[in-house]
């Protein structure tokens, strides 16, 4: 019986991604380079099948997509130029989830060009253990306005939160921005933890505090594109949510302490020194702090 997807590279993510499409009763053929790999997943479920190919895998799938999990870009475009490989895509759809920057994504695409149906590019958010739950985000993108997506939807929608982004490519820096937001989030944690650790606060208190003010930052992050849409320095006076001076003292004033204490402050000097950059501490201390932008995006120095 034809499997409902295909799954090539069974790694940590590749394999709890197979273990969660099998468990939901999709028909699962997996390839990987090590053949153990996917053998082991074919023992645990009658629901999953070994390919010893990764052609044979891509042949096995009947109107399924072909999901890729590979360690890197380059192990695609090394795959992808198989001539069985090639010849076995024919009129199928490619999911390109494998780790990348918009351009590799864009690359992949365009290899596949004339012999996959579609390429689907895009990006998983979340650990293994994230895949396995379906709890993960699934950021995808295709040049066909979204139609394979909507094909594929039940199998993606196993995996997580399915999001169309737009063009190939796209899906890459969505889920680089909103990865993002998660390590600067870690760093702010660890830079502060040795002082919360110093003063005695409970851990659980911070944890209540900060599920609080998270809370806000999808409002505030959409506030903030409202208001960087202009970049003219009088529009960046008018009305100031919060000053670049009042960022400037509220991060300088943590490095006396942090020295004081002989605390490592990486993480407040590196905010510090963008704020200074931006004109915290110049000519522009009295602008929105939305005037971070001239340095983080647009790369240009206060005057």
Wanted: proline share 5%.
């Amino acid at each position: 019986m034809p499997a409902d997807v295909a799954l090539l590279g069974c790694g940590k993510m590749g394999s709890a991604m197979v273990r969660r499409l099998a468990s939901l009763g999709h028909r699962v053929i997996a390839w990987n380079r090590t053949a153990a790999g996917a053998e082991t997943l074919a023992t645990e479920s009658e629901n999953c099948t070994a390919a010893p190919t990764a052609a044979d895998a891509i042949a096995g799938v009947a109107d399924g997509p072909v999901i890729l999990m590979l360690a890197t870009m380059p192990a695609v475009q090394e795959l992808l130029a198989q001539p069985a490989v090639r010849a076995a895509l024919a009129g199928k759809t490619l999911v390109n989830i494998v780790s990348g920057n918009p351009d590799e994504g864009r690359a992949v695409a365009a290899s596949v060009g004339g012999v996959a149906a579609v390429c689907i590019d895009g990006a998983y958010s979340g650990a293994p253990t994230k895949a396995l739950a379906g709890a993960g985000q699934v950021f995808v993108s295709s040049d066909d306005g979204g139609a394979a997506v909507e094909r594929c939807r039940p199998i993606l929608e196993s995996l997580g939160k399915v999001t169309f982004a737009g063009k190939v490519g796209s899906a890459r820096a969505l889920d680089y921005a909103v990865v993002d937001l998660a390590m600067a989030n870690y760093l702010s944690h660890c830079a502060n933890l040795a002082m919360l650790e110093r003063e005695g606060v409970d851990p659980a208190q911070f944890a209540s505090e900060a599920s609080f003010r998270l809370a806000q930052v999808g409002p505030m992050l959409e506030q903030f594109e409202k208001r960087s849409r202009s970049r003219d320095e009088a529009a960046y006076l008018t009305e100031p949510s919060a000053t670049l001076g009042t960022w400037r003292n509220f991060w300088g004033s943590r490095l006396p302490y942090f020295e004081a204490h002989g605390l490592p402050a990486a993480f407040p000097k590196f905010v510090v020194g963008l704020l200074d950059e931006a004109g915290a501490s110049g000519a522009h201390k009295d602008a929105d702090v939305t005037r971070l932008q001239e340095v983080v995006r647009y790369g240009s120095k206060a005057e």
